[in-house]
């Protein structure tokens, strides 16, 4: 089966502005995380979705929000954009939340802000 | 606070040796443990965990809770196991959200 697909992959934007990435997980799968990676940080928890709510959220600033919909496609969002938002941005699936449900990771949306 | 360390940013071993990547955690709860592997241009993907106790490409991992760590071992490295390794842990009820080592990457050399 497909896997886990998130567009754009590449994206460049200027300080100030604000972006929406957008991720589609496994066919079946209805929780969404998302992680940020960055040479400096590493990769860090973002939030969780799960059945179109927001189940966990990680220690990002209010300007990173992001929703889920009926059909388990989840999107995030980053307003206000600073330089240091460059980053690759990660989108994981699973069936459950679960701990014991393998996530899946996708391909990631680099984005970078000048 | 829950954490993840992983003390060799590099690791470089010769074809047939063993290896041995460190990952050391904190947290006060009983966590999951994982490892990830990154291959060149390819997705983050999960190579084991902890509860399934299980031998992934010749890779086995042993949570010492004592010495809290969970380090990932390999008799007789290969070259395709050059990659990037990422250790990770979550809590054991519920969530997945993961908490990552900052990762090692391990060469394979000839």
């Known amino acids: 089966k497909a896997g886990v697909t998130q567009t754009p992959r590449y994206l460049i934007k200027t300080r100030g502005q604000q972006v929406t990435l957008s991720c589609s997980p496994i066919s079946g799968h209805r929780s969404v995380s998302w992680y940020q990676q960055t040479p400096g940080q590493g990769l860090q928890f973002l939030f969780e979705?799960?059945?179109?709510?927001?189940?966990n959220k990680g220690n990002f600033p209010g300007r990173f929000s992001g929703r889920q919909f009926s059909n388990s496609r989840s999107e995030m969002n980053v307003s206000t954009l600073e330089l240091g938002d460059s980053a690759l941005y990660l989108c994981?699936?699973?069936?459950?939340?679960?701990?014991?449900?393998?996530?899946?990771f996708g391909p990631g949306t680099r984005l970078l802000v000048l | 606070a829950q954490r993840v360390t992983q003390p060799e940013k590099l690791l470089s071993v010769f074809k047939g040796a063993p290896v041995e990547l460190k990952c050391n955690y904190s947290y006060s709860g009983s966590p999951e443990l994982f490892w990830y592997v990154q291959y060149s241009r390819q997705r983050l993907q999960l190579l084991l965990r902890h509860i399934s106790r299980e031998s992934i490409k010749g890779f086995t991992a042993d949570l010492n809770k004592g010495e809290t760590s969970f380090h990932l071992k390999k008799p007789f490295a290969q070259e395709e196991d050059s990659a990037m390794y990422y250790c990770a842990l979550t809590r054991h009820q519920g969530a997945q959200k993961l908490v990552f080592g900052q990762g090692t990457r391990l060469t394979i050399n000839p």
């Open positions: 994981a699936s699973s069936f459950t939340i679960s701990h014991l449900g393998d996530q899946y």
């Open positions: 979705y799960f059945s179109e709510t927001q189940r």
